[in-house]
């Protein structure tokens, strides 16, 4: 089954410093893949996603992210951290009809 | 602003009790999804619908169900409340029923307390 890993429960960043989330996958296929953040009392807002060709893939605010098949990962960057990127961030992989599998999360602490 | 709207956003009821959440999909979309969220669980899919038929059902208790009505929006029923159904509830939307083709559009979610 199609899984994700998100092996840091808790980043803490200094405000303008450079980010790097991690996110492993287990997938049988090319994966697709998306990074959602959730900011406290929200819903999750899609970053960014990839389904296929340039595996860096850009996204809202300024986020990036880099699909690296060799390594089964999918990090989430951002070079510059604004304090208002405090906020809970998921990697998913499609669970078929099931919509979307999610990693545990990453909080994302920033230090003034 | 998703486009998913969620009703109530807060909900506070006694074990034993029954309580419906409410979402309607953004505009076009077709599928619905329920997810829980808790601090041990983290984000649970529950059940999908797709133009009114269910499609895939997860960690879902038989004390919940949920339907997808013809004007698309959702309703999720939870019954026989417990402590531990204490969570929020998300509603996502999607254009198709996949979740790989299209991406699920999130709703605020609802803040369910039992006590």
């Known amino acids: 089954a199609q899984s994700v890993t998100q092996p840091d429960i808790h980043i803490t960043v200094s405000e303008g410093a450079s980010l790097e989330l991690r996110c492993n996958y287990s997938?049988?296929?090319?994966?697709?893949l998306f990074w959602y953040v959730q900011s406290p009392g929200q819903g999750l807002q899609l970053l960014l996603k990839?389904?296929?060709?340039?595996?860096l893939v850009q996204g809202i605010k300024g986020f990036e992210a880099e699909f690296k098949r060799s390594q089964s990962s999918f990090n989430l960057r951002k070079p510059s951290v604004h304090w208002s990127d405090a906020a809970e961030y998921f990697c998913?992989?499609?669970?078929?009809?099931?919509?979307?599998?999610f990693g545990k999360g990453t909080h994302l602490i920033i230090q003034p | 602003d998703s486009g998913v709207t969620q009703t109530p956003k807060h909900l506070i009821t006694a074990t034993g009790q029954r309580v419906t959440l409410r979402c309607s999909p953004r505009?076009?979309?077709?599928?619905v999804y329920w997810y829980q969220q808790s601090l041990d669980q983290g984000l649970q899919f529950l059940i999908q619908y797709y133009n009114g038929e269910e499609r895939a059902k997860g960690n879902i208790l038989e004390r919940f169900s949920a339907q997808q009505f013809p004007d698309l929006h959702s309703e999720l029923n939870l019954s026989s409340l417990e402590l531990g159904d204490s969570a929020l509830y998300f509603c996502a939307s999607s254009l198709t029923d996949m979740g790989g083709d299209s991406p699920l559009h999130f709703g605020n979610g609802t803040r369910l307390t039992v006590t």
């Open positions: 998913a992989v499609p669970g078929g009809a099931d919509g979307l599998t």
């Open positions: 990839y389904f296929s060709g340039d595996t």
């Open positions: 505009s076009g979309d077709l599928s």
């Open positions: 997938y049988g296929a090319t994966p697709y």
